[in-house]
């Protein structure tokens, strides 16, 4: 599966954004799909995640009330809307696909917000908030 997000962009302060993860290849309905994102000069850092079916989510708690993250397993994609945008949600955002387990997991539902368990790492888009 190649995941691919887009949608980013320049934005001002208080605006909205939706993101989008389209994947290609095979589909990606069997995975929790995470977004995650890397500011200028910092490490990655995990956003949200979504179970296979989209009826369990999980949003880092900074961002929480301005970040929603849905897929739809028939069109093969996953969104990110973002509200309120501030500057520091300026970053590169990635989408990948939960693929390594800790005992006990699974990578369908279970909602981890490591990224070393999450593979299929597409090109990230990049989004810019001015203030």
């Known amino acids: 599966v190649q995941l691919q997000a887009s949608g980013g962009g320049l934005v001002q302060a208080g605006g909205s954004l939706r993101l989008s993860c389209a994947a290609t290849?095979?589909?990606?309905?069997?995975?929790?799909l995470g977004w995650f994102r890397q500011p200028p000069g910092k490490e990655r850092e995990f956003v949200a995640a979504?179970?296979?079916?989209?009826?369990?989510?999980r949003i880092v708690h900074s961002v929480e009330g301005r970040f929603t993250i849905s897929r739809d397993n028939y069109k093969n994609m996953a969104n990110l809307q973002i509200s309120s945008l501030k500057p520091e949600d300026t970053a590169v955002y990635f989408c990948?696909?939960?693929?390594?387990?800790?005992?006990?997991?699974?990578?369908?539902?279970?909602?981890?917000?490591?990224?070393?368990?999450?593979?299929?790492w597409g090109q990230g888009t990049e989004v810019t908030v001015s203030s």
């Open positions: 990948a696909l939960k693929r390594w387990n800790l005992e006990g997991e699974n990578n369908y539902d279970t909602l981890s917000d490591n990224a070393s368990q999450y593979g299929n």
């Open positions: 290849g095979r589909t990606f309905s069997n995975y929790v």
């Open positions: 979504i179970n296979w079916s989209g009826d369990k989510t």
